[in-house]
């Protein structure tokens, strides 16, 4: 069973810095990996999917790194804005469904 | 982009009574669907999977006489909470797939909120 950790679990900073978000899965067989934002109460947006074969990932000021083999992503977010105040969820995905960590809640302060 | 519309987006109901909730795929079809449960500050956990024409798949634990599944055509998956409790209280999301291969990822809906007094 794949199991998914996001450290840290809170993170708050002010208005301008660069964030950094780190999921580790512990079975390297995945097909891929998306990145999901979560606003209160709400759906999930996703942001970025990453293939097994690929390293990185980008989109604006969000980038994502993947290494498979040791079963790590990390989701850059450049110069943070309150707007970016939200969960992230690491969602690794074998060959019928994903798995979640139980996410990262970022606040940014204007 | 895909897009999957849940409805309703919250709902309140009765105990012991049962509540539909709808999912629709907008401008594709999802061959396949995922039902999700989220409780406060937890991940998401997967109920089950539902297949357009067959019977769902639930995940271990999860009682499928009491979470009912129906993907009975490519855009529209329901999943009805039958005899609701209290406990049954949580937010739950539904997900489809983007293509039949997996490379194409998964696109969530706006989820609903069940409380049940």
């Known amino acids: 069973k794949q199991e998914v950790t996001q450290i840290p679990a809170a993170l708050s900073v002010p208005e301008g810095e660069n964030l950094v978000l780190n999921c580790s899965f512990t079975d390297s067989a995945i097909y891929n990996l998306q990145w999901f934002r979560q606003d209160p109460g709400k759906g999930l947006t996703s942001l970025l999917l990453i293939q097994s074969s690929q390293r990185e990932q980008t989109s604006g000021r969000l980038n994502a790194s993947l290494d498979k083999s040791s079963g790590r992503s990390t989701l850059y977010i450049a110069a943070s804005q309150p707007g970016d105040s939200a969960t992230y969820l690491c969602?690794?995905?074998?060959?019928?469904?994903?798995?979640f960590g139980a996410g990262t809640t970022v606040t940014v302060r204007a | 982009g895909a897009v999957v519309s849940q409805h309703p987006s919250w709902v309140i109901c009765k105990s012991g009574t049962s509540v539909k909730i709808e999912c629709r795929s907008l401008?594709?079809?999802?061959?396949?669907m995922f039902w999700y449960r989220q409780f406060p500050k937890q991940s998401l956990m997967l109920m089950a999977t539902s297949n357009e024409g067959s019977k769902a798949t639930y995940e271990q634990g999860v009682e499928k006489d009491k979470f009912l599944i129906n993907h009975a055509s490519l855009t529209l998956s329901t999943l009805t909470v039958t005899s609701a409790h209290p406990e049954d209280s949580s937010f739950y999301i539904c997900s489809a797939s983007l293509g039949t291969e997996r490379k194409y990822g998964y696109t969530f809906g706006s989820g609903t909120r069940l409380t049940v007094v």
């Open positions: 401008d594709f079809q999802a061959t396949t």
């Open positions: 969602a690794p995905g074998d060959d019928y469904k994903l798995s």
